[in-house]
C-alpha cells in the first residue's frame, strides 16, 4: 500500500494538472481532510498596514514585540514595518526564517526560490504535504499571507544562478524595498556553492550588506555570517568558512544519499540568522560577524573575517578601497572632534579609548591556522597560479563560429 | 580520483581567461578557449575509442546541451546531457542536468543536477580559471555515470535508455 501511494505521488507530481486539483487528489489519496481555501487577503501596495499597537489585548498581534519597547530592548520596534528583507531561497532554512519575520510584522518579504514543494522535504519545518507540486514561494507566500496579511510579499519563481534572471535579481535587491529603496538586508538561505556566488557577487556589485547561512550535509553542523562588503571578508574573499566536523570523512557513509537534513538544526540556524536580522535592523545588542553550532558539541564558535586584499571579486576590492577611505575620514574627524572636546585644564590628557570588543579580527586568507578554535575551511586556499605556457590552450586562430561548428560536427 | 580520471585530465589544456558571459568580449574569448579544449578532449576520447558524450552550444555558448552514453555489460546507455553557464562562471562550475534519469536516483538534485562529489568543488575552486566545461565534463559526470549507472541498471530502472 505504501509504494502504491509513493507511486501515486510520484505520477501526480509528474501529472498535468493544476495544482489545486493535483492538492485535492493528494488529500484524497492520503486520506486527508479536502482543505476548504482560506481566504487570502489582498497584498496591499506599499506601507499603507495599520500602525502597530502596544496595546495588551489578546486580540493585538504585536502586543508582545511591543512589549520589547517598554522592557527597554528596543528602542523603536515600529521602524520594522518600513523594513523589506529579501529571503534568497525558501527551504529548510529560508521558509521558517520568512516566517518568524512575517510574524515579527516586517513591512515586506521578497522571496527567491526556484524550486517545488515535495513530501522528501516534510522532515523539516513549515511547508504541509499537501502543498507538495506547489512552487516553494507561491506555498510559502499562501501560508505567510495568512498569518500575517500587514506584510507585503513579492514572489519570484526562478533561478538567480541562472543569466537570464541575474539583471532582474540585482534590480530588484536595489529598488525592491517600500519606498522603491534597495532592500534592507539580504538574508542568503541557499544550498550550493554557485547560489551563494551568486548573491555575492550581486551585493558586492550593489554594496548590500547580507548575512550568509548554512546548515552541514551531514545535519548536524551550522552557521551565519555577516557580510559588508569592503568592511568583512565576502564569499570570495577565501574558502568557505565551516564549523569543525570532527567526523572522519572516511567514516561517513556517502552511498545513495546526496545530502542529510534535521528540522532542529535547520530551525536553530533560522533562529540564529533572524535573531542576528533583528539585531541589526532594530539595533540592539551585539551581531556575531560569524556564529558557528556544532550539534555534536553543543558549541557556538564566533570569529571576524576581514576581508582579503587580494580577493577574486573586483567589487569587492573596490569596496575594500571606499571601506578604507571612509575609515580615513572618519579618523581625521574623530582627531578634530577629540581636540577641540578635550577639556582645557586636563592636565594629565586623560580620554576615554575605545574598548574593542570581542576576538581580535583574522583577515581572510591570511593563515589557515589563525581561525578560531572549532572553525575551518571548508577546503584549503586556492593557489592562483598561471598555467605554464605549454599546458595552455592553443589558439587555432579559428574564429567561434568555426570552432562551435567544429565541435559540433565531431 | 581514479587513475584513467587523473591522467585524462592532465592531458586537457588549461584555460587562462577568467569570464562569465557577463563580460562580453573577455567571455568570447573564454568561449574560444572552451571549444578548443572540448576539441581536444572529444578527438582525445575518439583516438582511444573511448568517445562518451557530445555537446554543442548556443550562439552566446551560455546553453550547452548534448548526450552523453556509457556502457555497461556491453550495453549502450544513453541520456541527454545540458547545462547552462552561470553568472559567476567559472568561479562557480556548471551545474550539469540528466533531466531524464530525475527521480530515478537519490544521487540528484532537482531538475536532474547530478550531485557531485565532496572531493569535486574543492579541485574546481583550486584550478579557477584553470579549468573549464572539458575538465567539468571529466571530473564529474565521468565519475557519476561510472558509479550510478550500474546502480541504476541493477535496479532495472534505466531499460527504457538502452541503445
Redesign the interface.
Known amino acids: 500500500m505504501d509504494s502504491f501511494l509513493a507511486d501515486a505521488d510520484?505520477l501526480l507530481t509528474k501529472a498535468s494538472l493544476s495544482p489545486d486539483q493535483k492538492i485535492r487528489i493528494r488529500h484524497a489519496l492520503h486520506n486527508l481532510p479536502v482543505p476548504t481555501p482560506a481566504p487570502i487577503p489582498t497584498a496591499r501596495n506599499g506601507p499603507a498596514a495599520p500602525a502597530m499597537s502596544s496595546e495588551v489585548v489578546s486580540d493585538n498581534p504585536y502586543s508582545r514585540l511591543m512589549a520589547l519597547k517598554r522592557m527597554g530592548i528596543v528602542s523603536n520596534y515600529e521602524r520594522i514595518r518600513s523594513l523589506t528583507v529579501a529571503v534568497v531561497g525558501v527551504g529548510g532554512v529560508g521558509s521558517v526564517a520568512a516566517e518568524m519575520l512575517t510574524r515579527c510584522g516586517i513591512g515586506k518579504l521578497i522571496l527567491f526560490d526556484y524550486?517545488?514543494v515535495e513530501l522528501a522535504n516534510m522532515n523539516r519545518l513549515f511547508f504541509r504535504p499537501e502543498q507538495s507540486g506547489l512552487s516553494k514561494v507561491s506555498a510559502a507566500t499562501q501560508t505567510l499571507r495568512n498569518i500575517n496579511p500587514d506584510v507585503v510579499f513579492d514572489a519570484h519563481n526562478y533561478d538567480?544562478?541562472?543569466?537570464d534572471n541575474?539583471d532582474h535579481f540585482l534590480n530588484l535587491l536595489s529598488t525592491g524595498g517600500l519606498a522603491d529603496s534597495p532592500v534592507d538586508l539580504v538574508l542568503s538561505c541557499v544550498d550550493?556553492?554557485?547560489a551563494r556566488?551568486?548573491i555575492?557577487?550581486a551585493c558586492n556589485e550593489l554594496s548590500q550588506t547580507w548575512i550568509e547561512s548554512g546548515v552541514s550535509?551531514d545535519a548536524v553542523s551550522g552557521h551565519i555570517q555577516l557580510i559588508v562588503p569592503g568592511r568583512l571578508a565576502c564569499f570570495?574573499c577565501a574558502?568557505p568558512l565551516v564549523v569543525a566536523s570532527d567526523i572522519d570523512?572516511k567514516t561517513l557513509k556517502?552511498e545513495?544519499?546526496?545530502a542529510a537534513s534535521l528540522p532542529t538544526t535547520m530551525g536553530i540556524v533560522a533562529g540564529m540568522l533572524i535573531q542576528a536580522t533583528l539585531k541589526r535592523l532594530l539595533g540592539f545588542g551585539h551581531v556575531s560577524d560569524y556564529l558557528g553550532y556544532s550539534a555534536m558539541k553543543d558549541f557556538f564558535p564566533t570569529m571576524t573575517l576581514k576581508p582579503n586584499p587580494a580577493c577574486?571579486d573586483s567589487w569587492c576590492v573596490k569596496r575594500q578601497a571606499e571601506e578604507r577611505e571612509r575609515m580615513a575620514k572618519e579618523e581625521a574627524r574623530r582627531k578634530l572632534h577629540k581636540e577641540e572636546e578635550m577639556h582645557p585644564d586636563n592636565e594629565w590628557g586623560i580620554s576615554v579609548v575605545d574598548d574593542a570588543a570581542g576576538d581580535p579580527p583574522v583577515a581572510a586568507k591570511s593563515k589557515q591556522a589563525a581561525v578560531a578554535k572549532g572553525l575551518e575551511y571548508?577546503?584549503?586556499e586556492?593557489?592562483?597560479e598561471?598555467?605554464d605556457e605549454d599546458?595552455?590552450?592553443?589558439?587555432?586562430g579559428?574564429?567561434?563560429e568555426d570552432?562551435?561548428s567544429?565541435?559540433?560536427g565531431? | 580520483m581514479d587513475e584513467g580520471t587523473k591522467s585524462t585530465v592532465s592531458k586537457l589544456p588549461l584555460l587562462t581567461v577568467r569570464a562569465s558571459p557577463r563580460d562580453k568580449e573577455a567571455w568570447t574569448a573564454r568561449l574560444k578557449e572552451e571549444l578548443t579544449a572540448l576539441i581536444q578532449y572529444v578527438k582525445l576520447n575518439k583516438e582511444q575509442d573511448k568517445d562518451w558524450f557530445h555537446v554543442e552550444c548556443n550562439k552566446t555558448g551560455t546553453r550547452w546541451n548534448g548526450k552523453c552514453w556509457y556502457y555497461y555489460e556491453q550495453i549502450r546507455y544513453e541520456f541527454d546531457l545540458e547545462f547552462e553557464i552561470p553568472v559567476t562562471y567559472p568561479t562557480s562550475a556548471p551545474e550539469l542536468k540528466l533531466p531524464q534519469l530525475e527521480g530515478l536516483t537519490s544521487k540528484m538534485y532537482r531538475g536532474g543536477k547530478i550531485c557531485q562529489t565532496i572531493h569535486f568543488q574543492p579541485l574546481w575552486a583550486k584550478n579557477v580559471p584553470r579549468f573549464g566545461i572539458a575538465h567539468s565534463l571529466a571530473l564529474s559526470l565521468g565519475p557519476w555515470l561510472a558509479a550510478e549507472i550500474p546502480d541504476l541498471v541493477g535496479r532495472g530502472v534505466i531499460d527504457s535508455f538502452k541503445k
Not at chain 1, 538567480?160 to 543569466?163: A, D, F, N, P
Not at chain 1, 599546458?391 to 587555432?396: Q, S
Open positions: 510520484a524550486d517545488k538567480i544562478t541562472s543569466l541575474f550550493n556553492f554557485a556566488n551568486t555575492n557577487a550535509e570570495s574558502p570523512e556517502r545513495g544519499v546526496c577574486d571548508a577546503y584549503e586556492r593557489t592562483v598561471e598555467a599546458e595552455r590552450v592553443k589558439d587555432t579559428a574564429d567561434l570552432l562551435m567544429q565541435l559540433k565531431l
